[in-house]
């Protein structure tokens, strides 16, 4: 499939486009057909395009047939209905009587910004249509070309509508709020893969979603009707919190490159590849994606409704006090500490300066290993490479790591995935057990300044302020 969108990018005719493309499992393409697809670009000499083409009618469920004047050619253009079977799909993963009882609930409130993407549809089908809520619970549901001139990236900084609602500022600190606050909040970016989870002023990160996600996911009939959760994955530049519950549940657990076809490889390692049967299976990143072996790509829905499965378990007796968004995690931290992070995103940088600083932090790794930087000695300086588990594949330049002796991270990369510009991430890990309750830019100051040292951007891109805190 060739899905054409602007993904979490702005939209519009001055704005993102682009192409993914998605194989036969329905997961994004491999690296090497990606690599070979690249290589047949730089051949091309010429192309033709269709200019009397007819207009399709894309609202409206059918088949077109159009065929070629002298006959020598035809093609059927089908629109599918990809709502409903979206919708039927979730329905056999979740409890929807339970969600039901607690949405039903007096003391429970949520609202769901689909940020103009094009999850507005199947936000109203499941939320209004399938569990009988007022239409007010959606937020920003009618689709834009251009995501009404917003930037349908579900974080603290673009999301700001829903973070206000929710009582927080975009570092995801409480302000003071006249009214009520809503008990869950959830955001979707432009195509509808990314989520964004908020409890009343309480930021869930991507990171410890995921965890909390994994910790309870035996409560979600799609996991325990299949003799439970058996593997979980997590891309590399996302925070070690899903480690801990892995090992304490005895799951099969996997560090991966940034990329869902990563996981797609370990979902299907035996329907595909006749290896170890790793399903059921959770995957997520630390950029607001997480999903399951249901589909072959991350699913906002799926990670809503994954949280809602998980809040109704969590309140069967709707006479006794809500456990809330904040008790869940909170409770989690105790169990299994708190994993401090932070990424910081440095959009629009010069791409020549950007690589010029990678290139550098990749040269000085055997140099830097064995160095002790302020309070933290580097017990391992890397650029992360991947093996592939499954068929074997390498992937080099994956991210450059910092790894302290006390666990500590620092990873530096250049997104892939953003519009104009090189866009730099640095992400920012400090694991505690018994400090669980310090804001996280006080837990991970010392640890950001030395970070800021050793990219030394300011240098190579002329800032040291981020675009993008989350």
């Given at each position: 499939?060739?899905?054409?969108?602007?993904?979490?990018?702005?939209?519009?005719?001055?704005?993102?486009?682009?192409?993914?493309?998605?194989?036969?499992?329905?997961?994004?393409?491999p690296e090497y057909l990606m690599?070979?697809?690249?290589?047949?670009?730089?051949?091309?000499?010429?192309?033709?395009?269709?200019?009397?083409?007819?207009?399709?009618?894309?609202?409206?469920?059918?088949?077109?047939?159009?065929?070629?004047?002298?006959?020598?050619?035809?093609?059927?253009?089908?629109?599918?209905?990809?709502?409903?079977?979206?919708?039927?799909?979730?329905?056999?993963?979740?409890?929807?009587?339970?969600?039901?009882?607690?949405?039903?609930?007096?003391?429970?409130?949520m609202i769901y910004d689909s940020?103009?993407?094009?999850?507005?549809?199947?936000?109203?089908?499941?939320?209004?249509?399938?569990?009988?809520?007022?239409?007010?619970?959606?937020?920003?549901?009618?689709?834009?070309?251009?995501?009404?001139?917003?930037?349908?990236?579900?974080?603290?900084?673009?999301?700001?509508?829903?973070?206000?609602?929710?009582?927080?500022?975009?570092?995801?600190?409480?302000?003071?709020?006249?009214?009520?606050?809503?008990?869950?909040?959830?955001?979707?970016?432009?195509?509808?893969?990314?989520?964004?989870?908020?409890?009343?002023?309480?930021?869930?990160?991507?990171?410890?979603?995921?965890?909390?996600?994994?910790?309870?996911?035996?409560?979600?009939?799609?996991?325990?009707?299949?003799?439970?959760?058996?593997?979980?994955?997590?891309?590399?530049?996302?925070?070690?919190?899903?480690?801990?519950?892995?090992?304490?549940?005895?799951?099969?657990?996997?560090?991966?490159?940034?990329?869902?076809?990563?996981?797609?490889?370990?979902?299907?390692?035996?329907?595909?590849?006749?290896?170890?049967?790793?399903?059921?299976?959770?995957?997520?990143?630390?950029?607001?994606?997480?999903?399951?072996?249901?589909?072959?790509?991350?699913?906002?829905?799926?990670?809503?409704?994954?949280?809602?499965?998980?809040?109704?378990?969590?309140?069967?007796?709707?006479?006794?006090?809500?456990?809330?968004?904040?008790?869940?995690?909170?409770?989690?931290?105790?169990?299994?500490?708190?994993?401090?992070?932070?990424?910081?995103?440095?959009?629009?940088?010069?791409?020549?300066?950007?690589?010029?600083?990678?290139?550098?932090?990749?040269?000085?790794?055997?140099?830097?290993?064995?160095?002790?930087?302020?309070?933290?000695?580097?017990?391992?300086?890397?650029?992360?490479?991947?093996?592939?588990?499954?068929?074997?594949?390498?992937?080099?330049?994956?991210?450059?790591?910092?790894?302290?002796?006390?666990?500590?991270?620092?990873?530096?990369?250049?997104?892939?995935?953003?519009?104009?510009?090189?866009?730099?991430?640095?992400?920012?890990?400090?694991?505690?057990?018994?400090?669980?309750?310090?804001?996280?830019?006080?837990?991970?100051?010392?640890?950001?300044?030395?970070?800021?040292?050793?990219?030394?951007?300011?240098?190579?891109?002329?800032?040291?302020?981020?675009?993008?805190?989350?």
């Amino acid at each position: 499939a060739f899905i054409l969108t602007a993904s979490h990018n702005p939209g519009g005719p001055e704005e993102d486009f682009g192409i993914k493309y998605n194989t036969q499992n329905g997961g994004p393409a491999p690296e090497y057909l990606m690599e070979a697809t690249y290589a047949n670009t730089t051949s091309i000499k010429n192309y033709k395009i269709c200019s009397d083409f007819p207009e399709i009618d894309i609202a409206t469920p059918g088949c077109t047939s159009v065929a070629a004047e002298d006959g020598s050619s035809s093609v059927v253009v089908e629109v599918i209905p990809s709502t409903e079977s979206h919708v039927a799909l979730l329905k056999s993963i979740f409890d929807f009587g339970a969600i039901k009882s607690l949405l039903d609930r007096e003391d429970f409130s949520m609202i769901y910004d689909s940020m103009h993407g094009v999850n507005g549809p199947f936000s109203k089908a499941v939320f209004v249509d399938e569990l009988g809520q007022p239409e007010s619970v959606l937020m920003n549901h009618i689709p834009k070309d251009d995501f009404n001139g917003g930037h349908a990236d579900p974080n603290l900084t673009y999301a700001k509508e829903l973070v206000a609602i929710m009582g927080l500022d975009k570092k995801g600190n409480k302000i003071d709020v006249s009214g009520s606050v809503p008990s869950f909040g959830a955001a979707a970016d432009g195509d509808g893969d990314r989520n964004m989870i908020l409890g009343s002023q309480f930021f869930v990160t991507p990171s410890d979603s995921l965890a909390v996600l994994v910790a309870n996911a035996n409560c979600i009939p799609f996991f325990s009707t299949q003799g439970g959760l058996k593997a979980v994955a997590r891309s590399m530049p996302t925070s070690g919190a899903v480690d801990l519950v892995a090992k304490d549940l005895n799951l099969d657990f996997f560090e991966t490159p940034t990329g869902w076809k990563f996981f797609g490889n370990l979902m299907d390692s035996k329907c595909i590849f006749k290896g170890k049967d790793y399903t059921p299976f959770i995957c997520g990143e630390e950029s607001f994606g997480t999903g399951s072996d249901h589909v072959r790509e991350k699913d906002g829905i799926w990670a809503v409704l994954a949280w809602l499965n998980v809040l109704a378990a969590q309140n069967p007796d709707s006479s006794k006090a809500l456990v809330t968004v904040e008790d869940i995690v909170r409770k989690h931290w105790a169990t299994y500490g708190r994993n401090y992070y932070c990424r910081w995103d440095f959009e629009g940088m010069d791409a020549v300066g950007a690589n010029a600083m990678m290139d550098k932090m990749r040269a000085s790794t055997a140099a830097n290993t064995g160095r002790t930087v302020g309070s933290y000695t580097i017990a391992t300086a890397d650029d992360f490479k991947y093996v592939d588990p499954v068929d074997g594949s390498v992937a080099q330049k994956q991210g450059i790591r910092f790894l302290m002796s006390d666990g500590s991270r620092i990873i530096f990369r250049l997104s892939g995935t953003a519009g104009s510009g090189a866009t730099v991430r640095m992400y920012i890990e400090q694991y505690e057990t018994e400090k669980l309750g310090l804001a996280v830019a006080d837990a991970l100051k010392e640890l950001t300044t030395i970070a800021l040292s050793l990219c030394d951007i300011k240098t190579f891109c002329g800032t040291e302020t981020p675009t993008v805190i989350t």
